[in-house]
């Protein structure tokens, strides 16, 4: 059974994340960020026991016409009986409700989303803005994922403003000078 997130769920779906992040197969997420983000999540619940967790996945809205499927894990011994898929679909029905066009996935399981209705495209094709959390990532720019994109031809493009180039100072991350204990953003 598929179902929307709470937040009771979300040290079961972390360890389920993490786990996966373990293996080099998608970002760690901290519980603060899973917190934050809980209502981005969809997880499937063992029908008899709706309190626990088999798989999760989240949906983050980029732009007007994109939406990102995130942080899709399934526990290993719930895999291959089409929860992924379940999870997957729920995303694209909560894309559909939200009037959004394009779905995208960064991932290694090409097969997978194929089955799905994804197809491979440029990543050059994908807005700046999705790269924002590869700073985050040991990979960065030696990143190996394929980028996927499945489009819901029933709804209408957005002729929504671009997304403006991000500001320089985007790209500095604020250090602790060694010693001194202060910030070099405080003074
Ligand atoms: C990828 C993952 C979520 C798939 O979940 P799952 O529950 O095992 O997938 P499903 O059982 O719903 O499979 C759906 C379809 O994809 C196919 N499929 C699933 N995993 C596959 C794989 N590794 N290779 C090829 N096909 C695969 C299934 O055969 C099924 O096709 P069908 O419906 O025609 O029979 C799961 O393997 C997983 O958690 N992997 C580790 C984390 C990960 O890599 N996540 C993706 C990050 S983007």
């Given at each position: 059974m598929i179902r929307r997130a709470v937040v009771s769920d979300v040290p079961a779906f972390a360890k389920i994340i993490n786990d996966c992040a373990e293996y080099g197969l998608m970002l760690h997420r901290s519980m603060a960020f899973l917190y934050e983000h809980v209502r981005d999540f969809f997880v499937s619940v063992a029908p008899d026991d709706p309190a626990k967790i088999q798989g999760v996945c989240g949906l983050s809205v980029v732009w007007a016409n994109l939406a990102e499927v995130y942080s899709l894990a399934v526990a290993p011994e719930f895999r291959r009986q089409g929860l992924g898929r379940q999870l997957v679909e729920s995303c694209v029905e909560e894309a559909r409700l939200l009037g959004i066009r394009k779905l995208m996935a960064l991932t290694y399981e090409k097969p997978f989303f194929e089955s799905l209705g994804f197809s491979v495209v440029d990543r050059q094709q994908l807005p700046l803005k999705v790269w924002s959390e590869c700073m985050r990532?040991?990979?960065?720019?030696?990143c190996d994922e394929i980028a996927m994109i499945r489009v819901l031809p029933e709804i209408p493009e957005q002729f929504a403003p671009q997304a403006p180039p991000p500001a320089l100072d985007a790209y500095i991350v604020p250090v602790v000078l060694r010693n001194s204990g202060k910030s070099p953003l405080s003074s």
């Open positions: 990532c040991p990979k960065n720019q030696a």
